[in-house]
């Protein structure tokens, strides 16, 4: 039996979320459909050029994983085109000049990225390019996950179960890239890796190692620690959870891999590491059913609210100087590092909306801005979860006390210390409500309140009768 021929001479493979040459669903498809298949990447000027930091560690990130991508599919016989511009006009540009009669993808769930996409397909389609797209940034998509009925799930618990019933090894299964890497094409007098002087940007600083080797290690090192996931993961001073939402933001590692490996697992802890990654999914697939929820609430009758927080407590929170330990902590990581533990963002969201009655929508966009591993769908369904105007969301009678969270979850003091310097004298017992010690343990540690760190800004107590207020009046 002899193979049939490839249905196209020349193809192009387009790079976006998906930063890496292994287990990469649209790529395999390109190199098993064409016997020539150039690759791309580009950094998009729509996106770059709205960025309001130009030190953005996300552009570093995907510069750095993007020039290994470039050695490793190099390394293999190919090469990495990487332009600078405005992708919808880019991609088809490119396709004319190599002759390429079919242009691959990965699908990219977002509302801006379906219609840059749109825009691309009907630009090829006028010369007679054929799209590509494959399902490849999660385990199930659009409708592949539905109730008996048919319908679309809203709430998490029964499209986990549904999730849970249908996943098979068929789902699970890689794509693999290497053995039919003789598809890939050399250099077609491609320019090198712009430089991030050239995007327009300066290098920031990474705490965590980009790239495929970056997510590798990083998977390895969870690897051995999976087993304690569900009882260490929401503890910030712990090294508890996988660190790997970076990777699953721009692609540098399998989604399929780390969930085939979390479902391969016994015990409580790969179970509950799974489920996060289901939670994933879900997700993605809310925004792709409800877009309206990019913008909006998920429930339209709380857009009603009219939030009064004040522009000053919000400058407060987005600073790290509420009063509030673990709220402080929390934002001084965000800002000093591009990072936030999962446990906090909850609680720093929680109480921006249901103590400060700032809308969500403003927490949402800093952590737009300042999330590494920023994620649309993920970051509006936990930013919706915690302000009670989403699908499955905190029931808006449940506000989370943030001084007993910090009690909870960071016992000892030891991540609020970490953040919060000023607070590094004050015993245990009072850390977590610093302006709550009496004098006498006051003068013993060197410490005042609102001199030495900042009073609260709010009474917990007398505003969370405020937020059951502003919910009890829109909900009649």
Same mark, same amino acid.
């Given at each position: 039996?002899?193979? #049939?021929? /490839?249905?196209? %001479?020349?193809?192009?493979?387009?790079?976006?979320? @998906?930063?890496?040459?292994?287990?990469?669903?649209?790529?395999?498809?390109?190199?098993?459909?064409?016997?020539?298949?150039?690759?791309?990447?580009?950094? =998009?000027?729509?996106?770059? @050029? #709205?960025?309001?930091?130009?030190?953005?560690?996300?552009?570093?990130?995907?510069?750095?994983?993007?020039?290994?991508?470039?050695?490793?599919?190099?390394?293999?016989?190919?090469?990495?085109?990487?332009?600078?511009?405005?992708?919808?006009?880019?991609?088809?540009?490119?396709?004319?000049?190599?002759?390429?009669?079919?242009?691959?993808?990965?699908?990219?769930?977002?509302?801006?990225?379906?219609?840059?996409?749109?825009?691309?397909?009907?630009?090829?389609?006028?010369?007679?390019?054929?799209?590509?797209?494959?399902?490849?940034? !999660?385990?199930?998509?659009?409708?592949?996950?539905?109730? +008996?009925?048919?319908?679309?799930?809203?709430?998490?618990?029964?499209?986990? *179960?549904?999730?849970?019933?249908? !996943?098979? @090894?068929?789902?699970?299964?890689?794509?693999?890239?290497?053995?039919?890497?003789?598809?890939?094409?050399?250099? =077609?007098?491609?320019?090198?890796? /712009?430089?991030?002087?050239?995007?327009?940007?300066?290098?920031?600083?990474?705490?965590?190692?980009?790239?495929?080797?970056?997510?590798?290690?990083?998977? !390895? @090192?969870?690897?051995?620690?999976?087993? %304690?996931?569900?009882?260490?993961?929401?503890?910030?001073?712990?090294?508890?959870?996988?660190?790997?939402?970076?990777?699953?933001?721009?692609?540098?590692?399998?989604?399929?891999?780390?969930?085939?490996?979390?479902?391969?697992?016994?015990?409580?802890?790969?179970?509950?590491?799974?489920?996060?990654?289901?939670?994933?999914?879900?997700?993605? +697939?809310?925004?792709?059913?409800?877009?309206?929820?990019?913008?909006?609430?998920?429930?339209?009758?709380?857009?009603?609210?009219?939030?009064?927080?004040?522009?000053?407590?919000?400058?407060?929170?987005?600073?790290?100087?509420?009063?509030?330990?673990?709220?402080?902590?929390?934002?001084?990581?965000?800002?000093?590092?591009?990072?936030?533990?999962?446990?906090?963002?909850?609680?720093?969201?929680?109480?921006?909306?249901?103590?400060?009655?700032?809308?969500?929508?403003?927490?949402?966009?800093?952590?737009?801005?300042?999330?590494?591993?920023?994620?649309?769908?993920?970051? *509006?369904?936990?930013?919706?979860?915690?302000?009670?105007?989403?699908? %499955?969301?905190?029931?808006?009678?449940?506000?989370?006390?943030?001084?007993?969270?910090?009690?909870?979850? =960071?016992?000892?003091?030891?991540?609020?210390?970490?953040?919060?310097?000023?607070?590094? *004298?004050? /015993?245990?017992?009072?850390?977590?409500?610093?302006?709550?010690?009496?004098?006498?343990?006051?003068?013993?540690?060197?410490?005042? /309140?609102?001199?030495?760190?900042?009073?609260?800004?709010?009474?917990?107590? !007398?505003?969370?009768?405020?937020?059951?207020?502003?919910?009890?009046?829109?909900?009649?």
């Amino acid at each position: 039996m002899t193979a #049939s021929p /490839p249905a196209y %001479d020349t193809a192009l493979f387009w790079f976006r979320r @998906d930063l890496r040459d292994e287990d990469n669903a649209g790529l395999h498809y390109a190199l098993t459909s064409a016997r020539r298949v150039h690759c791309v990447f580009v950094f =998009d000027r729509e996106i770059l @050029d #709205s960025l309001p930091d130009r030190r953005d560690r996300r552009v570093t990130f995907i510069w750095d994983s993007v020039k290994a991508l470039r050695e490793a599919l190099r390394a293999k016989g190919g090469d990495l085109l990487v332009l600078h511009g405005r992708a919808r006009e880019a991609i088809p540009a490119l396709a004319g000049r190599l002759g390429a009669q079919a242009v691959f993808t990965n699908e990219d769930y977002e509302g801006a990225a379906r219609a840059r996409d749109e825009a691309v397909e009907g630009a090829l389609a006028a010369f007679g390019v054929r799209m590509h797209r494959a399902k490849d940034t !999660v385990v199930f998509e659009k409708d592949e996950i539905l109730t +008996q009925a048919g319908g679309k799930f809203v709430v998490f618990t029964p499209y986990k *179960n549904a999730w849970l019933a249908k !996943v098979d @090894d068929f789902y699970l299964k890689g794509y693999p890239v290497a053995k039919h890497a003789r598809a890939l094409a050399p250099a =077609d007098g491609a320019a090198e890796l /712009p430089a991030l002087e050239a995007l327009g940007f300066e290098r920031a600083e990474l705490l965590v190692a980009p790239g495929m080797a970056g997510a590798r290690a990083a998977f !390895v @090192d969870f690897t051995s620690r999976m087993k %304690d996931y569900r009882a260490a993961r929401d503890f910030p001073a712990l090294k508890g959870v996988s660190y790997l939402s970076v990777h699953n933001r721009f692609g540098t590692i399998s989604i399929r891999e780390l969930a085939r490996a979390a479902h391969a697992s016994a015990g409580e802890g790969a179970a509950t590491w799974l489920s996060e990654l289901v939670w994933r999914d879900f997700y993605f +697939q809310i925004l792709w059913h409800h877009p309206h929820a990019a913008t909006g609430c998920f429930r339209p009758q709380y857009d009603a609210i009219r939030w009064p927080g004040e522009d000053a407590h919000f400058a407060a929170w987005c600073e790290g100087r509420t009063g509030y330990p673990i709220v402080d902590a929390a934002m001084r990581q965000l800002n000093a590092t591009g990072y936030m533990h999962n446990r906090l963002r909850m609680i720093v969201a929680s109480f921006l909306v249901k103590d400060l009655l700032v809308d969500w929508r403003r927490g949402e966009r800093i952590f737009a801005e300042r999330l590494l591993d920023f994620d649309l769908a993920a970051n *509006n369904g936990g930013w919706q979860w915690a302000a009670s105007t989403g699908c %499955d969301a905190q029931p808006y009678f449940r506000i989370f006390n943030p001084v007993a969270q910090s009690e909870r979850f =960071d016992p000892q003091g030891r991540f609020i210390r970490r953040y919060v310097p000023e607070l590094a *004298n004050v /015993p245990e017992c009072w850390i977590h409500a610093p302006w709550t010690m009496p004098p006498l343990e006051r003068q013993a540690a060197g410490f005042e /309140p609102g001199r030495d760190y900042p009073a609260p800004v709010v009474d917990h107590a !007398v505003q969370r009768e405020r937020a059951l207020a502003l919910f009890k009046a829109v909900r009649g």
